[in-house]
């Protein structure tokens, strides 16, 4: 299967259908829920702490904050600086390897833009048809 630009898609049918997607790790690490809205707003303000991140993105809570925080340092995503001062200082930051998340952010966003409209027309032909 080709896919837009230079990407190609390509399957087996003998690989089951969940190991046979290439993307599909990616989407578990870049597309859990808040991973993107923190992504994004380290990208944004730069280096934070993790009240102003908390204040940030107000809906999310500090237990899942902390969870999503641990989880993005350890698959490299975010850096995490510890200052040992009275009292302590945390600061979080997008690595460099965050950082490349960039330009696929940017299509999504493109893409976003572009057809949204589109989907939310398709839902409203969904919902109402007849045999719904």
């Given at each position: 299967?080709?896919?837009?630009?230079?990407?190609?898609?390509?399957?087996?049918?003998a690989?089951?259908?969940?190991?046979?997607?290439?993307?599909?790790?990616?989407?578990?690490?870049?597309?859990?829920?808040?991973?993107?809205?923190?992504?994004?707003?380290?990208?944004?303000?730069?280096?934070?702490?993790?009240?102003?991140?908390?204040?940030?993105?107000?809906k999310?809570?500090?237990?899942?904050?902390?969870?999503?925080?641990?989880?993005?340092?350890?698959?490299?995503?975010?850096?995490?600086?510890?200052?040992?001062?009275?009292?302590?200082?945390?600061?979080?930051?997008?690595?460099?390897?965050?950082?490349?998340l960039?330009?696929?952010?940017?299509?999504?966003?493109?893409?976003?833009?572009?057809?949204?409209?589109?989907?939310?027309?398709?839902?409203q032909?969904y919902?109402?048809?007849?045999?719904?």
């Amino acid at each position: 299967m080709r896919m837009a630009g230079n990407a190609t898609w390509t399957s087996s049918a003998a690989t089951e259908p969940e190991l046979a997607c290439p993307i599909g790790p990616v989407v578990d690490i870049v597309f859990s829920r808040w991973t993107t809205p923190i992504l994004w707003t380290l990208h944004t303000y730069g280096l934070q702490r993790f009240v102003e991140l908390e204040r940030r993105i107000s809906k999310i809570t500090p237990k899942v904050l902390t969870q999503r925080l641990r989880q993005l340092e350890r698959d490299g995503l975010i850096l995490r600086t510890y200052h040992p001062e009275v009292p302590p200082r945390v600061e979080y930051e997008i690595s460099e390897l965050g950082r490349s998340l960039a330009p696929l952010f940017a299509h999504l966003t493109e893409w976003a833009a572009h057809n949204l409209d589109k989907v939310e027309q398709a839902r409203q032909d969904y919902d109402s048809r007849p045999d719904r």
